[in-house]
């Protein structure tokens, strides 16, 4: 009757469309349900704890992949991180800043002195950028031990004041859970809306094919310093942020093995989806708890997870989840 | 205080670590070269070296030379399963197989923390005495490291210019593709590579035991300063890993006898990036494609 137009696509089309527009709202809305009631079930301070850090750790893996999204690996992130949170703990400590102002000002000179340092480093590329960040990092550490006069040098930083919102102290691990789920909340709209505004296809094109980016008048160091320099400055911030929660700050609190904790996150999540860092983060950061049985053997089991996704899953958990999604909507996942 | 005995005794100094991290250096840039991957479990490699001297020299008191013979074999053998097994499969992707190397050096550390504990053993002298020339007293201990290193890589350097084999390393180093249309056996020269470069790491780990102790953790700093040798003489380049090791050992011993340790690591490290920003094919190594 409605002449030779094929049938199937006729009725599957409008149900499909329908279907990816609330699927994700629906899944959004409850997550975000579950995030604001269930640590007011638990008693358990620790699961609380557990919650925060993952919050913290989520954030640093996606700002790790906003850098790796222009197809540079840092393993001196947890240099910049460390980097936030001296400048809000110091300004904290020696000038009285209120920490909310002093996690944006971590931000600020974190992002700012990534310019300056992206616009020398990120010349590099490859393997080389990835040595150049690991020295820069193993320097940052090195003197924060050794500038004694500033940092304390091995002793770290004590008394540490927590955030506090017009005079409303986030003292407890609920309060600053709830600090911690708007940090994270925005940062993943803001890196979520970055990455589909022109900056985000400038971004892939050049983690696709650097030199067809550049041929195609993409200006590559532009946009590597952005990302940079943006993923750098969330980092610091969320340290900053870290350190108010944690209260105490030394050379060791953020080192080498941070920077590849949160590269761990990265690829076992995904390193290609926004979402995999906070999976990869999801999933290690209670890992240790889990594994507190084996002691001792908790970092070789990482380690082994480490190996095991490269092996079996190079796109992460992340690819999991996606095929899945593809089998149950029955079409390929627009890219 | 004499300085003429104080710089003997920096050069000295000097020229022991400097051994040591042209060991390291030359089996790093080795397995870079060839197979475009950066070993982040070197060090790891040096430890268990480390702890196999220790254990036969300490343990079995049988000849060191032995020690050092079992310690290069046992770590190379293991180097090349590691290789085949782990590394293998991320031959296309230089970031995956160097991160899988951050996951295997996590797993072979904390191995050892497991095995042995973490508390560093000190390990006897090979040989004791000094000797005496003039004013100066060098101790027999430091003089057979160096004599040690340096037969160790004048092998390593023969086997590289004068076998078959060394050739079609090093083929395969310049070209993969080529060397194959020759008929390298590309797969099997990976993981004799790759257990070569970390057998001189374990032979400079327990070469080392004696003059600092054996502990999990000993690999970090060599492997730290592999990195940096490597980046001095360029990456892949084996001369530039042998002039950048003896020069940064001198460096290290000359800086820190000056300023202290910390500050010589700091100075190290910033001298590195500076070099890389500005040469960063290395001192004598070839710009890539």
């Known amino acids: 009757m409605h002449g030779p137009r094929p049938p199937a696509i006729d009725q599957d089309e409008p149900r499909i469309a329908a279907r990816r527009r609330w699927l994700p709202a629906a899944v959004i809305v409850t997550l975000l349900a579950l995030a604001l009631i269930l640590p007011q079930l638990t008693t358990n301070q620790f699961y609380v704890h557990l919650a925060n850090l993952m919050l913290l750790n989520s954030i640093f893996a996606i700002s790790l992949g906003l850098i790796a999204s222009v197809g540079q690996i840092s393993l001196g992130h947890a240099a910049f991180v460390a980097a936030g949170a001296y400048i809000s703990a110091l ?140 993923g750098s400055g969330i980092a610091g911030a969320a340290g900053a942020a870290t350190v108010h929660y944690i209260r105490f700050l030394s050379p060791d609190s953020f080192t080498f093995n941070d920077s590849i904790a949160y590269i761990t996150m990265l690829v076992v999540g995904g390193r290609h989806t926004l979402i995999g860092g906070v999976l990869g983060a999801a999933f290690l950061t209670p890992l240790p708890e889990l594994l507190r049985g084996f002691v001792g053997a908790q970092h070789i089991i990482y380690g082994a997870i480490l190996l095991g996704v490269l092996l079996f899953i190079p796109n992460g958990l992340v690819s999991i989840g996606s095929s899945l999604w593809r089998k149950s909507s029955g079409t390929e996942e627009p890219k | 205080m004499d300085y003429s005995i104080l710089l003997a005794q920096a050069v000295l100094n000097g020229l022991v670590i400097g051994a040591m991290y042209m060991l390291m250096a030359v089996g790093f840039t080795l397995v870079f070269g060839i197979m475009r991957v950066v070993n982040f ?192 003489g360029g990456l892949g380049s084996v001369p530039g890993a042998v002039v950048g090791g003896l020069m940064l050992g001198m460096i290290e011993s000359f800086t820190a006898t000056a300023f202290g340790s910390l500050v010589s690591d700091i100075l190290q490290l910033l001298l590195v990036i500076l070099i890389l920003l500005v040469r960063p094919a290395g001192l004598l190594g070839q710009r890539e494609a």
């Open chain 2, 41 to 232: 479990a070197h060090g790891e490699f040096y430890m268990l070296g480390a702890f196999t001297g220790f254990f036969t020299y300490v343990y079995w008191e049988i000849p060191f030379v032995v020690c050092l013979i079992i310690a290069a074999s046992t770590v190379g053998i293991l180097g090349m399963l590691v290789e085949r097994t782990l590394i293998q499969p991320f031959r296309a992707d230089e970031m995956s197989g160097m991160i899988a190397t951050l996951a295997i050096s996590v797993i072979i550390q904390n191995g050892a923390v497991l095995l042995w504990g973490p508390v560093p053993r000190a390990m006897p002298d090979i040989v004791t005495g000094t000797l005496a020339i003039g004013p100066f007293n060098f101790p027999w201990s430091r003089l057979v490291v160096i004599a040690a290193a340096a037969l160790i890589f004048a092998c390593f350097w023969l086997f590289m210019q004068r076998t078959r084999l060394g050739r079609a390393m090093r083929a395969v180093a310049q070209d993969t593709e080529t060397a194959l249309i020759q008929g390298i056996r590309v797969n099997y020269i990976y993981p004799l590579a790759f257990g070569m470069s970390v057998a001189l790491a374990a032979l400079a780990g327990a070469l080392m035991g004696p003059v600092f102790s054996v502990s999990p953790f000993v690999g970090a700093t060599p492997m730290l300063k592999a990195f940096v040798v490597v980046i001095l």
């Open chain 1, 91 to 230: 300004a904290a400590l020696s000038f009285k800043l209120p920490p909310l102002l002093g996690i944006v000002l971590a931000g600020l000179v974190t992002g700012l002195a990534a310019v300056a340092l992206g616009k020398i480093l990120l010349r590099l590329r490859g393997v080389y950028f990835v040595l150049v960040t690991f020295l820069a990092g193993q320097v940052f550490t090195l003197v924060a031990l050794n500038w004694e006069s500033v940092t304390h040098g091995a002793n770290g930083l004590l008394g540490i004041p927590a955030i506090s919102i017009f005079g409303f102290p986030l003292s407890t691990r609920l309060r600053f859970y709830y600090f911690a789920l708007a940090a994270f909340i925005l940062v993943i709209t803001f890196v979520w809306a970055l990455m589909r505004s022109q900056y985000g296809r400038a971004f892939r094109s050049i983690a696709e094919n650097i030199r067809l980016a550049e041929s195609s008048g993409i200006d590559v160091s532009h946009y590597q310093i952005v990302a940079f320099a943006l």
